[in-house]
């Protein structure tokens, strides 16, 4: 685990949902396209979709943000928002003792069930912020 003592544990752990901590660490510390079917719940919206880690979403973040921009075509807006996206993909979600330092879950493909149905790309949000989970899609 860590070199805290027992004591400290349940500090953090009143925070976060040990299981649900463990899943994520799953699909970061594997290969950066794993998933896990999953649904959780965030002060009452249901998302489920598939967990992956936060390497998936940096990925995307980038791809999106330089979609249709050409580095020919204007390097004034292109190469610092590289340099910007580049930097967030090099954070190490994991530090050297096995603590995350990215504490955020990332959610693929999700359904969000709130006042209205919604359907992005991905969502993200923090660990903290979960109440429940389970695995298996709602549909």
């Known amino acids: ?13 009143n925070k976060y949902i040990l299981a649900l901590e463990t899943l994520v660490r799953i699909v970061t510390v594997g290969r950066s396209d794993s998933t896990l079917e999953i649904t959780l719940d965030v002060h009452g919206l249901v998302i489920s979709g598939k967990l992956v880690s936060i390497m ?13 921009l050409q580095r020919d075509d204007d390097p ?11 930097h967030l993909e090099s ?4 530090d050297e003792k096995g603590n995350f330092i990215l504490t955020y879950i990332c959610i693929k493909d999700p359904i969000i069930f709130g006042p209205t149905l919604s359907r992005p790309p991905y ?17």
């Open 91 to 94: 954070i190490p979600p994991i």
């Open 123 to 139: 969502w993200i949000g923090k660990m903290e912020s979960v109440d429940g989970f389970y695995l298996g899609l709602t549909e």
């Open 1 to 13: 685990m860590n070199d805290k003592s027992d004591s400290e544990f349940p500090d953090r752990y």
């Open 76 to 86: 004034v807006v292109y190469d610092p928002r590289r340099e910007s996206l580049d």
């Open 56 to 68: 998936n979403y940096h990925k995307y973040l980038k791809d999106t943000v330089l979609k249709g």
